[in-house]
């Protein structure tokens, strides 16, 4: 395993090793405008929602390793102290990243791209038309992290207004990932699309206790088939399998008795096991199956 010290390490370097970890992270295109209301539009992936009720979102704006110059949009959020921040999705990505160019400050990234900008209701700087979601936003706090190049500034940011395009709701009234369709960004040139297959629904109640890893029977633990996420998935069963049940598996399931005809019985329970808990509806026979390694 590689020990990086940041402290001796370029930061260019390390700022890489950084966002090759720390990913997928979701990208906040954000629009602001100067005092001469001067739009500018770029993007940011240091950047998350970390509160509700007030909502919050933050991102930072860092200072360029290369020079330790500071971007437009931290004057303008400095100045004027509102953003709109809007998501990406891929049918924007491209233009997205033309707005990474470090253009002239009265050159209007916009224009560039090919967005369109439309008012805002609440603030001055734009929205953008193509985002499927767009936020109003007041800056609360501007927090710096430091005076060297790489360092940010932590924007602290209030949404006073969402809007939400009516094509990315499902039937439920929510967001729907595949119609949101959005982009995350990863380090270098690399971006993933959190839609179709990329999307898992993985599905463990919060409120309701678990049996937990110590409660799994020692075949299990020591399974050289079953994989983590194998091993999340039954630990987090809210009762273990009833051994009556287990057993009359043996008797009842077909699978069952072809593997009993067999020498390495536990590795090919654990193999079907395996095979059923790929659909997380049916933890429970999964889990029967598993269990039954302990019994035969």
Known sequence: MAVIDPKKIATRDFHQFLLGAVAPRPIAFVSTVDEDGNPNLAPYSFFNAFS???PILVFSSN?????????DTLANVIATKEVVISVVNYDIVRQMTVTSVQFDSDISEFEKAG?????AEDVKPFL???????????????QPLGGHGGAGHLIICEV??????????????????????????MGRAFYVRASGDAIKTIVQPVTELTIGYSALPASI???????GNNIGQLAGLKEMPDKEEVMS???NDKAVKEILKKDSVVEELHKLSKAILEDDSQRKYGAQIAWLGEYV
Do not use: A, F, W, Y
């Open 52 to 54: 509700s009720n007030p």
């Open 63 to 71: 200072r360029r390793v290369v020079d330790n110059t500071t971007k």
């Open 115 to 119: 967005l369109t900008p439309i008012p």
């Open 128 to 142: 953008v038309k193509e985002s499927p979601v767009n936020m109003e936003c007041r800056v609360k706090e501007i």
């Open 160 to 185: 006073v207004k969402m809007h939400i395009k009516d094509e990315v709701i499902d039937e439920n009234g929510r967001i729907d990932p595949h119609k949101i369709d959005l982009m995350g960004r």
């Open 221 to 227: 633990k020591n399974s050289k088939v079953l994989s």
């Open 249 to 251: 598996l043996c008797e």
